[in-house]
């Protein structure tokens, strides 16, 4: 009787430990009742064993950490989330590892003999080619090496990639998990006990532990991923499509377009087609003026949150052109935001 409903928030750093306290929380470090419970629904929407982190490059960082040493190979998509392949070449590189590229939807192309690790991210962000997720770990596997999936862009309710072969799976939760743009997280997820036993170890010895306070509010959003995803995809579902029909619009990726070169692929995998979208517009200047003046739209470098936001993808070093952009679909009503895109739009063609 009396406990909360909400889950408690537990702010130590210490804990009381007198005598042999092994299995009870000891220090800040190891381990925290907040980290419990969202790695407890993490598990549950993954179908796995979780291991939360304070960021999504610091999950990935984890992944390589963990099962990576000197002298192993790499295979890293040439498309996908471009800091992936800093970490690669600024860290892993001077370590003795060395990486390879390769486009998302060709990656399959070449095999996979000599890698120890190949790292996909499909949808690839920002472009959102596609990659055979079943394939891959089977000829990955083949080869003796492990495959790491980026599920960022999906999440847990649009993609399982553990159902498909992964052996991994890392997100940055900053994104639709906790969907209120106000914190940074990140998860890495894994049916093989060696490899969560590595990367749990990896997390207390480096210190890349999450806050409690972000994790309690990772969790806060989480009870409604479920409601703002798909609200989220549907309204992309509905944008995407009219986008096809407009002037200013050229080289539109959606994968639930029946047009888009992925969409075959995506029926067969994935369990929504997501809220990003992918298009290009005729220069650098009226992709700025487009994002700056549509009135229900926010000019941001993330995705996944309840508001709509868009960013020229070029600034932020991806190999795109000048006018491409990355829109992600928030919550608001579809029509009322459909018509500011339009607007938008439209006075950027006129």
């Known amino acids: ?23 009870f929380n000891q220090y800040g470090r190891f381990s925290n009742p907040t980290w419990d419970a969202i790695e407890h629904m993490l598990a549950h929407l993954e179908d796995a064993p979780c291991v939360a982190f304070p960021s999504g490059m610091a999950a990935i960082s984890a992944a390589f950490f963990a ?10 998509p040439s498309d996908g989330y471009h800091t992936t392949r800093a970490l690669a070449d600024r860290f892993l590189k001077p ?10 939807s060709t990656f399959l192309d070449g095999g996979f003999d000599g890698y120890r690790v190949a790292f996909v991210e499909t949808p ?18 083949k080869a003796g090496a492990i495959l790491v999936v980026d599920n960022t862009t999906m999440t847990p ?14 997100a940055a939760d900053t994104k639709a998990p906790n969907g209120h743009s106000d914190v940074l997280f990140g998860h890495v997820a894994s049916r093989n006990a060696d490899i969560i036993a590595a990367v749990t170890g990896w997390r207390e010895v480096s210190g890349s532990i999450p806050g409690p306070f972000e994790a309690w509010l990772v969790h806060r959003g989480l009870e409604t991923l479920d409601v703002r995803f798909d609200r989220m995809c549907s309204s992309a579902e509905v944008i ?23 969409h075959n692929l995506a029926r067969a995998q994935m369990e929504r087609f997501g809220f990003l979208i992918s298009f290009e517009l005729a220069s650098e200047d009226k992709a700025e003026d487009f994002i700056n003046n549509c009135e229900l739209m926010q000019a941001a470098t993330s995705f996944g949150g309840v508001h709509t936001s868009a960013e020229r993808r070029l600034k932020r070093g991806d190999a795109v052109p000048a006018g491409f952009v990355r829109l992600s679909v928030g919550c608001e009503p579809v029509e009322e935001l459909w018509k500011a895109i339009e607007t938008s739009l439209d006075k950027i063609s006129s």
């Open 95 to 104: 370590l003795g590892i060395t990486y390879d590229v390769r486009p998302t």
């Open 1 to 23: 009787m009396g406990d909360s409903i909400p889950l408690p928030l537990t702010m130590a750093a210490i804990f009381h430990a007198p005598g042999d306290a092994t299995g």
């Open 240 to 262: 995407a499509r009219r986008l096809q029909g407009h002037r200013a619009i050229s080289g539109l990726r959606y994968p639930g377009l029946e047009g888009d070169p992925s």
């Open 67 to 76: 099962v990576l040493k000197a002298g192993d190979r790499i295979l890293l």
């Open 157 to 170: 309710f649009g993609q399982r990639p553990l159902d498909h072969g992964a052996d991994i799976v890392v």
């Open 124 to 141: 690839a962000n920002p472009g959102l080619d596609i990659c055979d997720i079943a394939a891959v770990a089977d000829a990955v596997h």
